[in-house]
């Protein structure tokens, strides 16, 4: 919670303690950015306008560290070019005061949420790649071939090796990618896939 004005912050702590939200407070950006506090499974909540760095500031900042974490914005003089500004610049949740408790409250839990699943996501994309880059190049060439659709038949042709062998490329591959089935695999590989476009783009 990051808020110059000590009583909408306290107001705000009392609330998320009362809702059993872990919550801590900071009286500025540049506070809350000295401290850099742990920011796993967490959400911001900052008021727009303060002394020194500005919410909207504190947002930038934060990407610019890489710091993927979900931001609602709240502010007493709410306006909708800032708002449209704060959506675009990826806030979560744009909320005026005075706000309702119930308001708030769904704000950061949605965020909070949002936070655990993309976690969540990325610490199995690490998991994907980590598996994928223990394939020998003929595994992956193998697993190429499977997500393109092939038959094993059509895969040792193109390898120029005996269908025979593609087998075991192919059950070796699936061990070393954690895979039960086929489908496992062309999941994972697909994944991998997306994350190479995102990158390119």
């Known amino acids: 919670m990051v808020d110059d004005d000590d009583g909408a912050r306290g107001s705000l702590e009392f609330l998320l303690d009362c809702a059993s939200i872990r919550v801590r407070g900071f009286a500025s950006a540049d506070a809350f ?36 974490i979900p931001v609602i914005m709240i502010t007493g003089h709410a306006d909708v070019p800032l708002a449209i500004q704060a959506m675009k610049a990826g ?3 744009f909320i005026e005061k005075p706000f309702d408790d ?33 394939l020998s190049a003929r595994e992956r060439e193998v697993v190429d071939g499977l997500v393109a659709g092939k038959a094993n038949k059509a895969i040792a042709f193109d390898l120029s090796i005996s269908a025979r062998t593609v087998e075991v490329y192919r059950a070796n591959a699936m ?4 895979a039960k089935t086929l ?19």
Do not use: F, H, N, Y
């Open 33 to 68: 950015l000295k401290a850099s506090p742990p920011l796993d499974g967490a959400c911001v909540v900052t008021d727009v306008r303060m002394p020194g760095i500005s919410g909207m500031e504190l947002v930038e900042t934060l990407k610019a560290r890489g710091a993927s």
């Open 183 to 201: 489908s496992d695999i062309v999941r994972m590989a697909t994944i991998i896939q997306l994350d190479g476009q995102r990158t390119q783009d």
């Open 102 to 134: 119930d308001v708030m409250l769904g704000a950061i839990q949605r965020a909070l949420t949002q936070q655990t699943s993309s976690e969540t996501a990325r610490a199995e994309r690490r998991a994907i790649m980590d598996r994928m880059a223990a």
């Open 91 to 93: 806030v979560a949740d």
């Open 175 to 178: 061990m070393k990618m954690q």
